[in-house]
């Protein structure tokens, strides 16, 4: 059986939106295949988790359905998922289904209360997602950036608009399906015959076919081609995130709309600030001299330097906040911190001098 998306993401059922978001951000740093410890088929698995989550339509059908929730868009049109019925079934006037294919009972169960759908109000199909990788510098992610990603994939055919028809050519009546779309079969099984209605193959569910084809891509309604996609990357990305733009995967074909992009975002590290989530640390450091008698510093920040007053007696390891100078929260709310480790620098080699005035100096303290 799948398992179930919340368990996925480590949450209950009442998970609000924001926990879903930040289970999803923590689980994908954990398991990013980029990582020395990372696995991949978890890392896919809390993606998937979060694209139905994460939507309130899917979410709310996921929430209706359980585990015969179809990610695509929908209740599962094939029915049960998985093997309801180990262990044997007994029912339907005494028939034992001990030993039957569990997936020609889905189908079967599937069909048996399939409502029937009009042309019209049937889900629009979908051409395939592609996942491609990002590197961004940690000076981007602060500011947010423009990638431009040149991919062959199947596009939308230009010459004809995606109809598959060639430009000024008629079409006509599927005679295939009558029009509707749609093509009843039968099939015999261990229940007796049941009817199954699927899209026609002939017209793929348009009800019309041209009377010409496109001489482009020759019916189809997609080519093969390079297609350069501009995706905007908000600032304040974490590695490990994917994020996902919308109708910018394959194209399907006529009757169909393009699958979606996942950008997997990779931030490179930055050799003097180290991030935990919105936050950012430093580490700054400053001699005996000034640790003792105190001073203002230049310390970096992603914005640039700020000043920072060093109070005189400070410590070796004290931490100091500069707040609202860590990084952008690309879902909302307030920008993070800085804090700033003060490292006090004790010199590897003393003069005789340096030596006199140090004794001079310890005897007073």
Do not use: W
Not at 49 to 64: E, R
Not at 161 to 177: F, H, P, Q, V
Not at 214 to 240: F, H, L, M, Q, T
């Amino acid at each position: 059986m799948a398992k179930d998306l919340y368990e996925t993401l480590g949450l209950n059922r009442n998970a609000s939106d924001e926990e879903i978001k930040k289970a999803y951000r923590r689980l994908t740093q954990k398991y990013h295949p980029d990582k020395k410890d990372g696995d991949e088929a978890k890392f896919k698995e809390v993606n998937s988790a979060y694209q139905v989550l994460s939507d309130k339509t899917k979410k709310q059908q996921y929430d209706q359905f359980g585990q015969t929730f179809d990610g695509a868009g929908g209740a599962g049109a094939s029915g049960f998922q998985g093997n309801p019925f180990s262990g044997g079934f007994s029912g339907m006037g005494g028939m034992n289904f001990e030993g039957v294919d569990i997936d020609d009972l889905g189908d079967i169960f599937g069909n048996m209360f399939h409502r029937g759908e009009s042309r019209q109000g049937a889900r629009v199909r979908k051409g395939p997602d592609i996942a491609v990788d990002a590197e961004i510098s940690f000076e981007e992610m602060v500011s947010g950036v423009k990638k431009e990603f040149k991919l062959y994939k199947n596009v939308q055919c230009d010459k004809c608009n995606g109809t598959g028809a060639e430009l000024g050519s008629g079409t006509k009546k599927c005679s295939d399906c009558g029009g509707t779309g749609r093509k009843q079969t039968t099939r015999r099984t261990i229940l007796g015959s049941f009817a199954q209605v699927v899209v026609c193959p002939t017209c793929e569910g348009a009800g019309e076919v041209a009377d010409k084809k496109c001489s482009k891509c020759r019916g189809i309604g997609s080519v093969k081609e390079y297609d350069n996609i501009a995706i905007e990357i908000p600032p304040g990305v974490e590695s490990g995130e994917t994020l996902v733009a919308r109708g910018k995967g394959e194209a399907g074909g006529k009757n169909s709309v393009a699958g979606d992009l996942y950008i997997r975002i990779t931030v490179k590290p930055h050799k003097d600030f180290k991030r935990e989530g919105s936050n950012v640390y430093y580490k700054l450091p400053i001699s005996f001299t000034e640790a003792a008698l105190g001073y203002k510093a230049d310390v970096p920040t992603v914005d640039g330097s700020v000043e920072m007053k060093i109070v005189p007696g400070t410590q070796s390891g004290t931490i100091l906040r500069l707040q609202g100078k860590g990084l952008p929260q690309h879902y909302g709310g307030r920008r993070g911190d800085q804090f700033v480790e003060v490292q006090v620098v004790v010199p590897r080699k003393v003069s005789r001098k340096g030596k006199r005035l140090l004794e001079e100096l310890e005897s007073e303290l």
